[in-house]
């Protein structure tokens, strides 16, 4: 007969996409994931697999909430240029120790492994999507450039977003990265 886990996967999960934000997958080693998740090697493999595993399924849960909280932050606003500005802030004011791991495995990983470039884009044809439709919806109201390509403009908040936060995790004050964002939603 089984027995039932003496934990919550999802906090457990919640705890790991912490430790692989703050020191990435090869600076995570085992022993300090089972301590921060709390709970022992064999229910780690049981549970998760092995490391890998675990890291895939942290940065699948963590893109999915992100982009979920960004088109939440989004739908906040009726003014497109308004949600636009709403979704980079959101970075903006994260505290500068609270790491990205998608950025992180972006950084740690590059196109190196196919499962990790899946994930990343997945949520990132999520999030464009998302930006773009408020970039539409913008052009329709007046409130932005109607000559803009949408995707191409899409492209361009995010990519300011990744940058934002880099930034923001190196330490950038959150007034910075409001001005930057502020000069973005300008030339749209």
Do not use: W
Not at 46 to 67: E, H, I, P
Not at 156 to 185: F, H, M
């Amino acid at each position: 007969m089984a027995r039932n886990k003496a934990f919550d996967e999802h906090e457990v999960l919640e705890q790991a996409i912490k430790v692989f934000a703050d020191r990435g997958f090869s600076g995570a080693s085992t022993d300090t994931l089972l301590k921060a998740m709390g709970i022992s090697r064999q229910s780690l493999y049981d549970t998760f697999g092995d490391k890998r595993q675990l890291y895939l399924r942290a940065l699948s849960r963590y893109t999915d909430d992100s982009v979920s909280n960004i088109i939440r932050s989004m739908a906040q606003v009726t003014s497109a240029k308004a949600a636009l500005a709403h979704a980079l802030m959101t970075f903006a004011r994260r505290p500068a120790e609270e790491g990205c791991l998608g950025v992180s495995a972006i950084c740690e990983f590059g196109i190196s492994d196919p499962d990790i470039v899946a994930t990343g884009e997945l949520a990132s044809r999520r999030l464009l999507a998302a930006l773009e439709a408020r970039i539409h919806q913008g052009q329709q109201s007046g409130e932005i450039d109607a000559h803009l390509a949408p995707d191409a403009a899409a492209r361009y908040l995010g990519t300011l977003l990744n940058g934002l936060k880099v930034s923001a995790r190196a330490g950038a004050p959150a007034e910075s990265l409001r001005q930057i964002i502020d000069i973005a939603l300008r030339k749209l």
